[in-house]
């Protein structure tokens, strides 16, 4: 299974997303940091800026990856080209769907759940992210309508996991998946 994306070491709220192209940047990582920059807030341009400067110290040896390390704590990094598979789209929707299965974990086993276990398969039509986003909208749907049907108990532990669904959906739209 990939790597989880690193947490931001920052700040709490989500980063915002930076899906580029890295294949065109490589050798450029101040293009990187351009972009990066261009959608944060003041207070995180600065913490960029004063990371990005502790990198060119005399005598740091850094290396891209290095750069693209520090930005991706700011930013949710999303390689395009999937040059850099650490930040890939797959590698994104791969943590945004264990996320979502951890949490299912979590439910009671008496709690009818019909995505447990399903990923993804970037190579097959059938089950390509735009379909597993399908699968998961449905399967919110359907726990919308079996809340307003359960008792009290079960109504706790369906809009928790209605929670864990939307979730799941609000990654995707961030990714570029709608």
Known sequence: MEQKPQENEHHEHERPVLSIDLAASVGNEQAVISYAWSILADEEKERLRQDVQALSTPGAVTSSEDTLAVVNTYVE?????????????????????????????????TLPVHVDGIYPEYGDPEYRP?????????????????????????????????????????????????
């Open 130 to 178: 735009e379909r597993y986003l399908g699968i998961i909208l449905n399967e919110a749907d359907r726990v919308e309508k079996s809340i307003e049907q359960s008792d009290e108990v079960t109504r706790e532990s369906l809009t928790n996991y209605r929670t864990m669904l939307l979730d799941c959906i609000a990654a995707f739209h961030r990714l570029g998946y709608v």
């Open 77 to 109: 990094l999303v390689d395009v080209s999937n040059t850099h598979p650490k930040y890939g789209i797959e590698r994104c929707i791969t943590a945004a769907v264990d996320r979502l299965n951890e949490r299912i974990d979590t439910l009671p086993d």
